[in-house]
């Protein structure tokens, strides 16, 4: 039977004044990996279904093997089925990531009713099902990763789940627009949404909830991914920085901060003046485009800069993914950089949103960001004008584009030339009244 989609334990009864409802009955039990329980709020629910999302290749496999067998080594029976890849291709992973412990058990599995019934007979506490795209109830007429069959095969797995009290953890590959039906479509079905995200090509990996009915969604979670599996990455700033060459132009460091975590990320630009057709190729990666769109346009329109016919290149360094709207500043100096050939200041972090007029607008956490870009070493900031102070950094509020590009070294009221070119920096609107 497929019950209607429901959380752990919910019955139907009277209504009680608020403040007498009883307590959420079941905590959270830790995963033993700091980064994990800090994103869950506290770890797994016994009775719930969770859904880790991420491109195929990101480490989803990895992870979930690592947390079985931290389950295991914690006194918590952990059942891994994995209907992708054979057992004993799961067990050499297993080798190499020293996860060979004696309550891990280990099956290969596709069919739902066979993963419920093992689930009946060892009744572990944790359980991967790797993936929800693989696996089928039998009696459903459609084929395994059809919307029909994924939905199907979760209510079925949300049932056992609540039925023998143990946490399942579903793994579920998503594409790189977040297009693939199954797993969106799983998300109100689940108690917990976990998306993990990285670029391969990287070692940084983030895992944040996009839903959580057990806490707050706001958590940051950082893994670097190594010979031996996933770690956990306390000094992400260090990891993100290390291959920073200072002093090199369109070179920004910017003071992110994603979810409640701040996190120092180099931005890079390159700017190639002049192509002169219109349609300038504009490339980004880890940034926004449209913000992209809109700083290069107030440069172009409010500083006179050339960049509308150029061609621009943007990044984030590392594989991160920027959502910031505080990034702004720091990508306008980052182009400006490029742009003139002069390298922003290697002990200077930028932060700030920026408007259509050019004028710099306040940013969300600014403490927290300035906090982190003192304890990675560095020394100045230019910041929006309302930042407060903070020891062992100096600070420049800016009101404007122009301000912060006159407090790196590049120009502001005064023009200051592009190479090759008979244009620069100014600043065309009127001082205010008074
Ligand atoms: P995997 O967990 O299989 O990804 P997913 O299940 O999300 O598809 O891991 C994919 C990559 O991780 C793989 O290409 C190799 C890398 N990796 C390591 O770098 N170190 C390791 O210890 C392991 C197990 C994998
Ligand atoms: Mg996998």
Redesign the pocket.
């Known amino acids: 039977m497929v019950s209607a989609p429901q959380s752990v334990q919910r019955p139907n009864g009277p209504a009680v004044p608020i403040a007498e409802v009883p307590e959420a009955g079941r905590p959270p039990r830790s995963t033993g990996s700091q980064e994990v329980d800090r994103v869950t709020n506290g770890g797994f629910v016994a009775g719930s279904l969770t859904l880790l999302a ?10 979930a093997l690592q947390l079985a067998a931290q389950a295991a080594q914690r006194g918590q029976r952990a059942l891994y089925l994995s209907a992708e890849e054979s057992p004993a291709q799961v067990q050499q ?1 297993a080798k ?2 020293g996860a060979l412990c004696p309550d891990l058990w280990l099956a290969g599995a596709n069919d739902v009713d066979t993963i419920v019934a093992e689930i009946a007979r060892l009744e572990p506490g944790f359980v991967i099902v ?1 993936s929800i795209q693989t696996v089928a109830v039998a009696e459903v007429a459609a084929t395994a990763g059809s919307v029909t069959q994924v939905r199907a095969s979760a209510l079925r797995l949300a049932d056992a789940a609540r039925a023998h009290d143990c946490a399942i953890l579903l ?1 579920g ?1 998503v594409t790189k627009d977040g297009s693939l039906a199954g797993p969106r479509q799983l998300e109100h079905l689940v108690d917990t949404v976990l998306n ?1 995200e990285g670029d ?1 090509h990287h070692a940084l990996r983030l895992l944040r909830a996009v839903k959580h009915r057990f806490g707050p969604t706001s958590e940051l979670g950082l893994f670097e ?5 996933l770690v956990d990455v306390e000094d992400a700033s260090g990891l993100l920085l290390a291959d920073r060459r200072p002093g090199a132009a369109g070179s920004v460091v910017f003071p992110m901060v994603d979810g409640q975590r701040p996190l120092l990320v180099e931005l890079q630009s390159l700017v190639v003046s002049g192509s002169g057709s219109g349609g300038a190729r504009r490339s980004v990666e880890g940034v926004d485009g449209g913000r992209l769109a809109l700083l290069l346009a107030v440069l172009g329109r409010v500083f006179e800069l050339p960049v509308l016919s150029a061609e621009v290149y943007c990044l984030a360094a590392g594989g991160v993914t920027v959502h910031d709207p505080g990034a702004d500043l720091a990508l306008a100096c980052a182009v400006v950089s490029s742009l003139t050939g002069k390298a922003v200041p290697s002990d200077t972090v930028i932060c700030g949103e920026v408007g259509l007029g050019g004028e710099v607008r306040t940013v969300r956490h600014a403490e927290r960001r300035l906090a982190e870009a003192v304890r990675a070493g560095f020394r100045r900031a230019v910041v929006p004008a309302t930042s407060p102070d903070i020891a062992g950094l100096s600070l420049t509020r800016v009101g404007t584009v122009g301000e912060a590009l006159l407090a790196i070294g590049m120009g502001g009221p005064r023009p200051v030339r592009a190479p090759g070119t008979a244009e620069g920096v100014t600043d065309r609107r009127q001082p205010a009244a008074g």
């Open positions: 991420g491109e195929p290749g990101v480490g989803k496999s990895t992870l992973r190499r990531l790797d793994i590959h993990f391969r991914m190594v010979q031996g599996g």
